[in-house]
């Protein structure tokens, strides 16, 4: 191994203090130095190594499942011991393309070479024509860039309350508060989560942002009511609930809070982080419901598996923002909007979409029969390639043996619906095998209750 200097500006005293003599080293870089990583963290741990360390060193924060993800290709995924896994969670509905999607590769060894941040104190190519590409494709005629769904919820927040402000100046008290609704996700951040229905998420952290009524999905006249009393400043509303369970609004519901909102006043904002682009065989799940937001949210799968979030909206709620009142470093890079761009000019392709819509309805059409018949099997249901299937028992033991079984799920609503959310790009044959596994592990379910 090379050697390191230590260049000093002053000499070093053994009587001074071992904090003082650490702020009195100045490193300078020297081009010879053969640095190796320590054994511990080289790329080839294998699972119980990296299981190991992980308890040692991050915060438990994460129930995880039992498995090291080593790398991946399309739809399937492999441990450091080489087992193949069939991805239907796609990081929680993010890699849209699958892993390793060639074009997004191309695009992110390209931007890399270029740029990867610059701040935005700077104008930056690749953010511009992303938000261009954004408006062009949606009702929208302006973007705000963030680092995630969460964020981008948050953003929507600040700017419904700037636009209330804004919309009554000679009101003493604005509209500053929110509807939200029962089984509703909307992120973690203080005022993100305190727009999420579950009450594990905010009974922890209170207290989170006040004024928040939280309103059954789907109740109409209750909705009404509350708009009307002129103090809400938003209405938050997944069109299709994803963490909640994967249920579907009425296209009812949510033209009654259109017009509800309309008439009071307020905005809806539309929480599309996982609906949202592609995912139900639309490339924004508010066109299937011909009903369109002031604000509408969006993240996960934007960039193929690298952070970024939007707000998208009207120019009315736009101009209501002046320079200063929000931004963020990171957000709307040059790197991560170069990825973004690529997977949104892939999806938004129409033969694209009715890949997604074509695989969805079969996927159903297959585990309606292969499972359908089952006494713990309450309901199938989803739209495109987001499908929820309802249980009568918690889902835990299912995800496990499907997980042995080489099959990757996910769980959502109180534990008992399983959510199943596979890249956009996956395969009729593999959609075949991911039933196929799930009807074959569903006895589990009985040897569980015994």
Request: include cysteine; charged fraction near 20%.
């Amino acid at each position: 191994m090379g050697s390191v200097k230590l260049y000093l500006n002053r000499p070093i005293s053994l009587s001074r203090p071992a904090a003082d003599i650490h702020r009195s080293i100045k490193l300078r870089a020297c081009l010879n130095v053969d640095v190796q990583p320590p054994d511990s963290v080289k790329l080839n741990m294998k699972s119980k190594e990296v299981m190991e360390m992980e308890a040692k060193v991050l915060v438990g924060t994460y129930a995880r499942n039992p498995l090291v993800l080593a790398h991946g290709k399309g739809s399937k995924v492999y441990d450091p011991e080489g087992r193949e896994y069939l991805d239907c969670t796609s990081g929680v509905a993010v890699n849209a393309l699958g892993h390793g999607d060639p074009d997004w590769v191309q695009a992110v060894t390209e931007q890399a070479n270029l740029l990867t941040h610059v701040s935005n104190v700077y104008y930056s190519i690749p953010q511009v024509e992303l938000a261009k590409r954004l408006v062009d494709c949606s009702f929208a005629d302006r973007v705000f860039f963030t680092n995630s769904g969460t964020e981008a919820n948050e953003a929507a927040i600040k700017f419904s309350r700037k636009f209330q402000r804004v919309s009554h100046p000679d009101e003493k008290n604005p509209a500053t508060e929110f509807i939200s609704f029962t089984n509703s996700f909307h992120g973690r951040t203080m005022g993100a989560v305190a727009l999420t229905s579950k009450e594990h998420y905010r009974f922890p952290f209170e207290p989170v942002m006040p004024g928040v009524t939280f309103l059954e999905y789907g109740n109409i006249q209750a909705a009404k009511e509350l708009i009307k009393c002129g103090k809400i400043a938003a209405v938050f509303v997944e069109p299709i609930q994803g963490e909640g369970g994967i249920y579907s609004a009425t296209k009812e519901f949510l033209q009654s809070l259109r017009s509800a909102c309309d008439e009071a006043g307020c905005l809806l904002v539309f929480d599309e982080v996982q609906c949202g682009l592609g995912r139900t065989g639309y490339l924004w799940a508010y066109e299937a419901y011909n009903v369109v937001p002031d604000i509408m949210t969006i993240a996960k799968p934007l960039a193929g598996g690298l952070p970024i979030g939007a707000a998208l909206m009207s120019e009315r709620v736009a101009a209501a923002m002046k320079y200063g009142e929000h931004g963020s470093t990171f957000a709307g890079g040059p790197l991560v909007c170069a990825a973004a761009f690529t997977v949104l000019d892939k999806i938004s392709r129409p033969s694209f979409l009715t890949s997604v819509s074509k695989k969805g309805q079969s996927f159903k059409e297959m585990l309606i029969q292969k499972l359908g018949g089952n006494s713990h099997v309450k309901e199938i249901r989803g739209v495109g390639l987001i499908i929820g299937i309802e249980l009568d028992v918690p889902a835990s033991p299912l995800v496990d043996a499907c997980r042995n079984s080489g099959l990757l799920i996910l769980t959502a609503g109180k534990g008992n619906v399983v959510r199943l959310v596979p890249p956009l790009i996956i395969t009729e044959q593999e959609l075949e095998r991911a039933a196929a596994i799930l009807s074959e592990c569903l006895p589990v379910l009985d040897k569980t209750l015994k």
